[in-house]
């Protein structure tokens, strides 16, 4: 017993002595579950600059895309919970796979949030000549068409927008046929084109620029807090039909459960610190983001425990069954 104890005191020690050698040990890795290049990756390279300025240690971005985030998910799980790998993500890959993929055999508590970054607006786009005005008008179009069903572009079987349009589906009573793509720009391409009625998707301000081509309509938000580029743009509570829906992607920074709570203090309070810069905050807005300020550590859990609610009543309103 005696040697239980002691072995368990050394762990102790050398736990508390590794939280405050934190982040001098070694550069930290910044996980992106997608590939270079992409909205996810810019915005992880504009917080790791400040990240690092903070901490006085360099921060590695790693990409590993694929499989709707999962493969980056496990990659961070099969690390130490010691705060030197942390995860750039969102719902859409560490809820959103748990819920709806039978092989995902993780679960959104083996994560923690450490700081809420940013809010990306989920918007309703439609073909240029699809003759609606707002979500109201889309609906009424789509209870008309009986025989031959609207159709509309989403990332993928199971992924938010696709998860979110078949809310909405049930709440009104209409019925829309889903086409799934891999990736916005696809779906993009095609409903610029004609192919599709309309698509529900993560706004990007590329957007604009095809709006004032005449290829698209931005529609409406399907969240009532918007970015400056949509401030005049219809959001649900302008809807008579759809006032008490609001939903929006929200994305933060994580480590693994079980970290340490000083490492989790200290990356959180240089999260806060890139929040507060202005050249952050402007980068990220140009992007289309929602910028939040810093959280407390139960501001976060609250954020991430209403997320997890969330998501799985809107799977279990949809009736959407594990694939």
């Known amino acids: 017993m005696a040697a239980l104890v002691c072995a368990s005191c050394a762990l102790l020690g050398s736990t508390q002595a590794a939280a405050q050698d934190y982040p001098q040990a070694q550069p930290l890795s910044l996980i992106v579950p997608y590939p270079a290049g992409g909205p996810s990756d810019a915005s992880a390279r504009i917080f790791s600059e400040a990240i690092s300025e903070y901490l006085k240690q360099n921060v590695v971005v790693e990409n590993i895309g694929g499989a709707t985030g999962t493969i980056a998910a496990r990659r961070m799980l099969s690390g130490k919970a010691d705060g030197y790998t942390f995860f750039h993500g969102s719902p859409n890959e560490l809820i959103l796979p748990t819920l709806i993929h039978k092989a995902v055999t993780f679960k959104p508590e083996d994560f923690e949030l450490v700081q809420a970054i940013t809010t990306a607006t989920i918007v309703v786009l439609t073909r240029a000549d699809l003759d609606v005005n707002n979500l109201d008008d889309l609906i009424r179009l789509a209870k008309s068409r009986t025989d031959s069903p609207l159709t509309y572009g989403s990332v993928g079987n199971g992924s938010l927008y696709h998860l979110l349009t078949e809310r909405i589906g049930k709440d009104t009573g209409i019925t829309v046929e889903h086409v799934p793509y891999r990736g916005s720009s696809p779906a993009l391409i095609d409903l610029a084109g004609g192919q599709i009625d309309f698509a529900v998707l993560a706004f990007q301000t590329s957007m604009i620029g095809l709006q004032e081509q ?57 999260v806060g610190y890139a929040l507060e810069k202005p050249d952050v905050r402007e980068k990220l807005e140009i992007e289309g983001r929602i910028v939040y300020h810093p959280m407390t550590a139960e501001e976060n859990e609250e954020l991430w425990n209403n997320e997890i609610s969330s998501l799985r009543n809107l799977i279990e309103v949809v009736g959407f069954e594990p694939i």
């Open 214 to 270: 005449g290829r698209i309509k931005i529609l409406s938000a399907l969240g009532n807090s918007v970015p400056e580029p949509l401030k005049d743009i219809p959001k649900p509570k302008d809807s008579e039909q759809l006032k008490d829906f609001d939903y929006g992607i929200r994305g933060g920074y994580f480590v693994k459960a079980g970290t340490p709570e000083e490492v989790k203090k200290v990356l959180r309070a240089a």
